[in-house]
């Protein structure tokens, strides 16, 4: 039985590093997005490179293969984190807006997404915890269910941003669980993040420049809070997720990564003070049991 709740347990893990990444990256608000996603993958890479290399040596992938990860190295690595980014500059970073609503839909897009590649099929009870845990992290997220939709002329924009980075994120779930079955999840990660770094660099050399004009790069300081990142909430975390994923349905992965908002909160709350409402805390207490029942399902699943 205990092999059974390893994939949730790993995926819930890689989702509490992930609540931790919003407390760092607030630090790297001075450098271009697209920056900060080039070195954060650079320095994953080269500190990932001398544990794997072994691996990535000794594995040969097939063609769909390469083009699965060139996929999900685009979709996830690349254009999910930079439309996200520009969905909520558009709304001048308020946090509690229609961007963070549109997000919430990530599921539904893996969940489609799986059933339309991977044949996985819903039970009635998966589906009942599914919405309310849903439901809960909408809740968990905005307060009294309140969303801010005055958030300027750049709401429809950034509405736009943020469905892309949904589908992006849920969709590249999917393609992650079917480039799993075949590889290994440590040679699986070095390869995201080097085609991720591929594909971002054109990217750097046009949109990464500061005011003055040239191409930003971190100063010591900043390269230090990246390569916290890749150590904690970023390379580590992906390793962690990945090996999580490999055991674990897609459309049960996507639901029990709910646990990422209701975390996120609570460090808010922690760190910042920030008071959390009589229907954040309830939602909270639902959400977590709704993940505790769904990572349960995974019993019954071969």
């Known amino acids: 039985m205990l092999k059974n709740y390893t994939g949730p347990v790993f995926i819930i893990i890689a989702a509490l590093l992930w609540a931790f990444d919003g407390l760092i990256r607030q630090h790297l608000y001075a450098l271009p997005p697209i920056t900060i996603i080039f070195f954060e993958h650079l320095i994953g890479l080269v500190i990932l490179s001398p544990f794997i290399f072994k691996y990535v040596l000794t594995t040969k992938l097939t063609k769909r293969e390469w083009w699965l990860t060139v996929l999900i190295a685009g ?31 990530q599921p539904i897009f893996a969940i489609i997404t799986a059933g339309i590649f991977l044949k996985e099929k819903l039970d009635k009870r998966y589906i009942k915890w599914a919405l309310l845990a849903m439901i809960s992290a909408y809740f968990v997220t905005f307060p009294n269910g309140y969303v801010n939709f005055t958030t300027g002329e750049g709401t429809i924009v950034a509405a736009l941003y943020a469905l892309g980075a949904a589908f992006a994120w849920g969709s590249s779930t999917t393609f992650s669980k079917m480039l799993l079955g075949k590889v290994d999840f440590k040679v699986s990660t070095f390869y995201r993040f080097l085609i991720t770094l591929i594909l971002a660099l054109p990217f750097l050399l046009l949109y990464g420049h500061t005011q003055a004009g040239g191409v930003a790069i971190p100063s010591s300081s900043q390269f230090g809070l990246l390569a916290l990142i890749a150590l904690s909430t970023g390379m580590v975390a992906l390793l962690i997720y990945y090996r999580g994923l490999a055991k674990t349905p897609v459309h049960i992965s996507t639901i029990l990564e709910l646990t990422f908002p209701f975390v996120a909160i609570l460090l808010d709350f922690i760190v910042n003070h920030t008071v959390l409402s009589v229907t954040q805390w309830l939602a909270a207490l639902v959400l977590v049991f709704s993940i505790y029942q769904i990572s349960r399902l995974r019993e019954n699943i071969a």
């Open 75 to 105: 979709l996830s690595g690349l254009l999910g984190t930079l439309w996200f980014t520009t969905a909520l500059g558009k709304v001048h970073f308020i946090t509690v807006s229609v961007v963070f609503l549109l997000q919430k839909l």
